[in-house]
DNA sequence: AATGAATGAGTATTCATTCAT
DNA sequence: CATGAATGAATACTCATTCAT
């Protein structure tokens, strides 16, 4: 190839390429939201589309790589001895603001059998910290948190994730 | 008019034609999302595209009629004697729920000073309600419902608004 | 009407909605070309789209109104004792530059028989004026500096004529 | 690919869709003019929308193409010894009459750097060939003859071209 | 396995023209 | 006879997906 296209760098960059559109996924579609063209992860990333579509066939395939890593994280953290439920808030909290453009997807059809496997993995670790009962409450929670942070522009993030965590723990009426 | 061309139903046929593109709107959008194509929407309107251009030169101008509506309906329910803030959020809820597709609309760019106005009045018309410095903590609530509604089925919209409510309401430690 | 809509000003309007269209074709397609949007020219004369349709049923008929008027003031101008070829190309040269955007029209399919009577007109007072057989190619030197006017941007066209007509005048070798 | 999709000739074909979008864009716009449809375009070529804009993101991109062609092209005849000056301009007359929609690119807004670059060229190539100063005459003679043939109807041109050539060569007074 | 060009369906938008009032 | 809303065909442009190399 004398022309202008990128050197084919072989079967070896398979695993480089995958951890490269993940990232991308993440800027792009924080900046530009879950419906960003895919040829924009691919160019940020510096790969090519059909490798894209090597790796991820679907664009949740994108978002499912990121909660895996994201639920992995939570998990190390709950295995932790002395890790309370707060911690984990804290730490699901980060998460939404770095990856919030992927909260989208929750919401988008069909309904993915993978994504309620996330789903019920995060349920089992809150369960695990939390008194009884008070799972289904904390999802609930973060899923008003994630759903708000997500529709307000990057620099409000951590402030708007701040009170909105602060008006669930007191309630309404004070 | 021999052809398929629906007959010209002239000027008078305005009115008509703008509440039945508000319509339609909040039908197509509540159905497939903010982004779903105009032509749809003209369409179930039983109007032609540029009629609708003529009447909603921009997308945000349909939330924006839809939302002058709904505001106008707090702001009647305001003015009755004896309303409660529970009867006004009540009505928000309704309203989030039949045109929840409009809450995307609040985190598009750029944003639109007459979108700040609509959110003027209902901060106004809480404050009148509420007791001091409670109007702020129920617009982040409404945000947050909103927000949460918007990414959940049709069939599960109320029960989730429900739930999210309750749990607004009572904190999330007991 | 009790609506925004603009006075209906009767019949007796006819003769100053036809000028009123005349003069905002020639400002309207003097800044954006002959292609402009014949709504543009409508709105610009205060007049409705319906009223430009009655006086003027195809585009090439608002170009055909000034033609008429143009070539009148040349025959005016040419029925004047004394006057000279050049001053009729001086007048042809203001008239080019005042409604640039109708030389346009001149290569517009079809061929229009009324199109070929103005010039048919222009060539006539021309040979009154000029020496045998130099009307034709008067016509032709005019129909070059008009095409080469109608691509020059509005503030250079008058020098562009001028250096256009010395350049004919006096060839191309000395 | 059983359906009516086109095969997808693959990388390979790129250099022959760019010269057969440039050779269809000589002709739809030669046809229909500079305002011709681009899905003609690519029509013609037998391409796609999407090779199109992807070689030629802007309409004016295709122009820039054919102007870089001819100006080769009489690059070429000019660093022949013995061309002369009406060597030069017999070339550019038949390349006037080959793509002349194209001429209608000069009046275009924006005004394109690239296009001025073009033009210098040509000067530089006509300085070259006649005489002192008699560069920017030559230059503003093809203007004129270039406006005036895009002008007139296909089978006319070239006896156009050479009547206006003939007259500017003599001057208008024998 | 990687690359990026090719493809065309899908949408937004404009504007000529018609016609009820 | 005037008005301007209604209509939809035509066009520009984007982007998901395929596939030759």
New binding site residues.
């Given amino acids: 190839m004398p ?9 070896g ?2 695993g480089a ?2 951890r490269a559109l993940v990232a991308a996924a993440v800027e792009v579609f924080g900046e530009r939201g879950y ?6 992860v ?1 160019r940020r990333a ?10 991820f066939p ?2 949740v395939d994108l978002a499912l790589a990121v909660f895996a890593d994201n639920v992995a994280a939570l998990e190390a953290l709950a295995a932790r001895p002395g890790t309370t439920v707060d911690d984990l808030l804290a730490l699901v909290t980060d998460q939404l603001i770095a990856s919030v453009a992927f909260v989208e997807v929750v919401s988008s059809a069909p309904p993915d059998p993978r994504l309620a496997a996330v789903t019920g993995r995060v349920r089992a670790l809150l369960a695990g910290a939390a008194p009884a009962g008070g799972a289904d409450d904390l999802l609930l929670a973060i899923g008003m948190v994630a759903a708000l942070v997500a529709r307000v522009p990057p620099a409000d993030r951590r402030a708007t994730a701040d009170a909105a965590w602060a008006l669930l723990r007191r309630g309404l009426r004070p």
Avoid: F, M, T
């Fill in positions: 022309d202008g296209r990128r050197a084919n760098r072989g079967p960059a398979a390429n995958r419906a960003a063209p895919l040829s924009a691919a510096g790969v090519g589309q059909g490798s894209l579509y090597r790796h679907e664009r």
